[in-house]
Nanobody, 124 residues
Framework: QMRPVESGGGLVQPGDSLRLSCAATGYWLDTYAIGWFRQAPGKVREGVSC????????YYADSVKGRFAISRDNAKNTVFLQLNNLKPEDTAVYYC?????????????????WGKGTLVTVSP
């Protein structure tokens, strides 16, 4: 079964940057819409960003617009989430998810397959 795998989390200071990666062995990610989500301790899961199949249209939560950027590298079969100007409130487990049928619409961007997450901690 399709299982996205996240990597790239870590401990950084406010204002720093990180790049998260999402990959899935044996599956071509350019045929999937890919969504990034996060869940902070004690909070509900939040959709952060999504990139659609085909035209690669991108979507962002208001809380990260202008700071985060989602992109595909089809040669590496990887989707990246660039996190810039990180703030302590960005601290969360970040999840990658995929769907072969969604175009980033609906609850949870319509995702079907979920990774296990990577922890991002932003602290002075």
């Amino acid at each position: 079964q399709m299982r996205p795998v996240e990597s790239g989390g870590g401990l950084v200071q406010p204002g720093d940057s990180l790049r998260l990666s999402c990959a899935a062995t044996g599956y071509w990610l350019d045929t999937y819409a890919i969504g990034w989500f996060r869940q902070a301790p004690g909070k509900v899961r939040e959709g952060v960003s999504c990139i659609s199949r085909g035209n690669g249209r991108t979507y962002y939560a208001d809380s990260v617009k202008g700071r985060f950027a989602i992109s595909r590298d089809n040669a590496k079969n990887t989707v990246f989430l660039q996190l810039n100007n990180l703030k302590p409130e960005d601290t969360a487990v970040y999840y990658c998810a995929a769907s072969a049928s969604s175009d980033c619409v609906g609850a949870d961007y319509g995702m079907d397959y979920w990774g296990k997450g990577t922890l991002v901690t932003v602290s002075p």
